[in-house]
């Protein structure tokens, strides 16, 4: 089987390809424009929104890039490349490897959730799969969607009754554009930190659509719902605002200890990532001959899998070898 190699980064060692590496490399799959997976490197292969992110990011996607189309089957020589849908945000993508008969599934970071303003991800079946496993032990079982939605707008509407200004606590690129595509038909005034606003200009350049909104500015921002980056909490700008209430939204809501990190009121599950369910549910889907597990909770996903009969490896573990063949 395919040679993988991790070193800040999965190496497919027959094919010269590195997937969602930390550090720039001459050849590398980028799975979505988050700030932990994007680089510039000489050659890349990327869905077209993860261009255009990594540019507004970056100011670059790399020398060369090879920019593929949901199900395109593009040819490189020692591999076939086919990107499919994640459902982790716009654009972010899954790729597969054809490779001397051997199909090789790389996720990135997955969900199989509904997501409103991104594509569902799409599942083939592998030999290889090669998963992200942040949200790895039995535990992790995210409510549904709706619901969270549901309390996140109860939530706002209740602090803007009692006349604080509710703060929603996201990503600038993905969750954020999420909870807003939530919110249209709550009919709250929103207003939007800087650098959302950014990110949600370049979603509707590439068709996505959202209720209004204004841009953060904090002599009108009272009477508004505030979406910031987790990144602000306990800023001054957040700390500028007399009266307010502050939640998070993240699948580490499950942890009693997020509360405090944050120093926020309010918790809400709504995460970008596959919860345990998902995760068991993809390789069941898949159905490879082995499972390499990478993040989170890789080395105990694995385990538990091994312990199901599945030849199953972490990738980032502290206590296995990171070669494999």
Sequence with gaps: MTEVIFDRGTFLVDCDLWLDPRGSRPFAFVSHAHCNHVRHHQRTILTEPTARFMRARLGSSGKVQHVLRYGEVRDFGSFRATLLPAGHMLGSAQILIEHQGEKILYTGDFKL????????????????????????????????????ISRIISFCRETLEDG????????????????????????????????????????????????????????????????????????????????????????????????????????????????????MEMIELVNPRRVLTLHGFAEEFALDLRRRGIDAWSLTGGNQMEFFS
């Design 113 to 148: 959730r509904p997501w409103l303003s991104s594509k569902p991800a799409e599942v083939v079946s592998a030999d290889t799969l090669i998963m992200e496993t942040t949200f790895g032990l039995p535990h992790y079982k995210f409510p549904p969607a709706a619901k969270t």
């Design 164 to 279: 604080a200004v509710p703060v929603l606590l996201g990503h600038s690129l993905g969750k954020d554009q999420e909870l807003l595509a939530a919110l249209a038909g709550a009919d709250f005034p929103l207003m939007l930190h800087g650098s959302i606003w950014q990110m949600t200009r370049l979603h509707e350049e590439l068709g996505a659509v959202f209720p209004p909104y204004s841009r953060f500015e904090p002599e009108t921002v009272t009477g508004h719902v505030l979406l910031c980056p987790s990144a602000t909490a306990g800023s001054g700008m957040l700390e500028n605002i007399s009266k307010k209430k502050v939640a998070i939204i993240t699948g580490w809501e499950l942890d009693e200890r997020t509360i405090c990190r944050y120093g926020c009121d309010k918790v809400f599950p709504l995460s970008e990532h596959a919860d345990y369910g998902e995760l």
